[in-house]
C-alpha cells in the first residue's frame, strides 16, 4: 500500500506546479530528455541562485545578487504527491529531475511521488540535484537513480558551517550513484575544491567542473579555461546548455 495524498510544496511556474520537459543542461546525463519537478524551499541562500524564487521570501533577511524578494504564497504551489506524479506521467519521457530549491527537504513526499511513478513504470529513472548538506534516508537513497551533488563554495556568500556538512559528503562519497558537480566562478575556486576533495575523498573521475553564469556571455568567460583546466587535472567538464539554448528562463 502507497501512503498517498501527503502535501508537497513546488515553486509555481505560471498557474501551476513548476513540472517540465526538456533535456537535462548539466552534469553527467546531459542531453536526456527529462522531466524536471521544482521542490520550494532550500537550506541555504547562494547569492548568485538561479532559483531564489524558492527560498527569498518577504520578511526574510537573506541577500540575492538579484535583490528580489518573493511573496511566497505567490512563488510557491501546493499540491498532493499522488497528483506530481500523474502530471510527471503525463509526459512521455523515462527520466525525472528532482531539483529545487533543495528536494531532501521533502525527501518523504519525494519518495511517494518516485513509488507512485515506479508502480506504472519501474524502468523510470529518478536524479536528484542536491546540495550534499543532507545524508538521504536509507529508502530515498536506494529509489534513486542518481545524485548530482553540487556542494557549494565560498563563491555562494555561504558560511562554510552550513554549506559543508561532512557527514552528508562522507556519505556521497562513498556512494557510487552520486557525482559531484561544482561550479566555478574564477581560478580560485579551484584549490578549494582539490582541498573538499582531499578532506572527503570524493572521487576525482566522479568529479565535474561547471562554469558559473546566466547567459551565454558570462559562461564563455570562464568555459574556455576551465575545460582546459578540467582536461589537465582529470576532472569532467559540464557546462550549462540550457542556459546556451534558452538563456536564464523558468521552465526549461
Ligand atoms: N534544462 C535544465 N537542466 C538543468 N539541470 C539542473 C537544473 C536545475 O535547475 O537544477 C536544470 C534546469 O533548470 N534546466
Ligand atoms: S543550494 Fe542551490 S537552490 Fe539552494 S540557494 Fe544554493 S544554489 Fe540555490
Ligand atoms: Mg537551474
Known sequence: MLPVGVIIKLAKLGDGPEIFHTIQGEGVSVGAPAVFIRSSRCNLHCHWCDTDHTWNFEGTPWKHEKNTKYQKSAVTW?????????????FDCSRTIITGGEPLLQESAFLEVIQVIRQKKPAHQFEVETNGTRIPCPEFAAAVDQFNVSPKLANSGMEEILRIRPDALR????NPKAWFKFVVASADDLQEIKELMRLHDLPREKVILMPEGRTSAELDRIAPWLAECCRDCGFRFSDRLHIRLWGDKRGV
Not at 556519505?171 to 562513498?174: G, I, L, S, V
Open 78 to 90: 501546493e499540491m498532493e504527491t499522488a497528483a506530481a506524479a500523474e502530471r510527471i506521467l503525463s
Open 171 to 174: 556519505f556521497y562519497a562513498a
